[in-house]
């Protein structure tokens, strides 16, 4: 799993010192956020048995992260993220009824472009890029009542650690909606509130676990959460004039 971490944060850690060499103008910030995500696994891996019905589920994320806003219109955020993702299911398989929920912890590395919003009250920014995930541990749970027929692989559904059925690593598009609201009188302190969406472009299914369905088919399984973060941005560093 180091060598998954190592890329990222070598990135995240080196990117904003070499874009203030290269621009010497505008301001460096560091911020906490949390927040509350709805999370989804796109196409149901029920390994070969019946599949049920999508159940809501939720998440969170919390982490630290840096942005450099390097001119009025653009900046690069960088965070290190701890996520909650996964998906519930619920109701009848093979006659009975069932809950199952998969529960996936990763570290996320997003790394954004972001392009601001003219024209508006508050600095409002929009953002995308790529959004690396390591995971931690997956685990399952799993509970159906006695009636009904027997599962067609009732291993599938057994509960507990099952981290060695996805792969290590996942990769997706994050984008967001980020406004900041100043806190202080010179504005080296703000409010963030953020709206933002991953969707997973990877299968995270690990190769042996990638089972066809009843159909004798099999679909990727992607990770997908929309989601809403609050947090405090304070800045760290001055290259210029500022532009709030």
């Given at each position: 799993?180091?060598?998954?971490?190592?890329?990222p944060?070598?990135?995240i850690?080196?990117?904003?010192?070499?874009?203030?060499?290269?621009?010497?103008?505008?301001?460096?910030?560091?911020?906490?956020?949390?927040?509350?995500?709805?999370?989804?696994?796109?196409?149901?891996?029920?390994?070969?048995?019946?599949?049920?019905d999508?159940?809501?589920?939720?998440?969170?994320?919390?982490?630290v992260?840096?942005?450099?806003f390097y001119?009025?219109k653009w900046?690069?955020?960088?965070?290190?993220?701890?996520?909650?993702?996964?998906?519930n299911?619920?109701?009848?398989?093979?006659?009975?009824?069932?809950?199952?929920?998969?529960?996936?912890?990763?570290?996320?590395?997003?790394?954004?472009?972001?392009?601001?919003?003219?024209?508006?009250?508050?600095p409002?920014?929009?953002?995308a890029g790529?959004?690396?995930?390591?995971?931690?541990?997956?685990?399952?749970?799993?509970?159906?009542?006695?009636?009904?027929?027997?599962?067609?692989?009732?291993d599938?559904?057994?509960?507990?650690?099952?981290?060695?059925?996805?792969?290590?690593?996942?990769?997706?598009?994050?984008?967001?909606l980020?406004?900041?609201?100043?806190?202080?009188?010179?504005?080296s302190?703000?409010f963030?509130?953020?709206?933002n969406?991953?969707?997973?472009?990877?299968?995270?299914?690990?190769?042996?676990?990638?089972?066809?369905?009843l159909h004798?088919?099999?679909?990727?399984?992607?990770n997908l959460?929309?989601?809403?973060?609050?947090?405090?941005?304070?800045?760290?560093?001055?290259?210029?004039r500022?532009?709030?």
């Open positions: 799993m180091i060598k998954y971490l190592i890329l944060i070598a990135f850690l080196l990117i904003f010192p070499a874009v203030i060499r290269a621009q010497q103008l505008g301001s460096l910030w560091v911020n906490g956020v949390s927040g509350i995500n709805s999370n989804w696994i796109l196409n149901q891996n029920a390994y070969g048995n019946p599949e049920m999508y159940a809501a589920t939720s998440g969170i994320t919390g982490g992260g840096a942005s450099y001119s009025r900046g690069l955020n960088g965070s290190l993220l701890y996520s909650n993702l996964g998906q299911y619920s109701g009848i398989q093979s006659g009975a009824q069932a809950k199952r929920k998969v529960k996936l912890s990763y570290l996320e590395f997003p790394v954004l472009l972001m392009k601001r919003i003219p024209y508006v009250k508050y409002t920014w929009i953002a790529p959004d690396i995930r390591i995971l931690l541990k997956a685990s399952q749970d799993y509970s159906r009542d006695n009636s009904g027929s027997a599962l067609p692989n009732p599938g559904m057994t509960p507990g650690d099952i981290t060695g059925r996805f792969k290590h690593a996942d990769i997706a598009l994050n984008i967001s980020n406004r900041m609201y100043k806190l202080n009188y010179s504005g302190m703000m963030l509130v953020s709206a969406s991953s969707f997973g472009i990877t299968d995270v299914n690990a190769p042996a676990w990638q089972t066809p369905n004798n088919s099999y679909g990727r399984s992607r959460y929309i989601g809403v973060n609050i947090g405090l941005m304070f800045k760290a560093a001055q290259y210029g500022s532009h709030w």
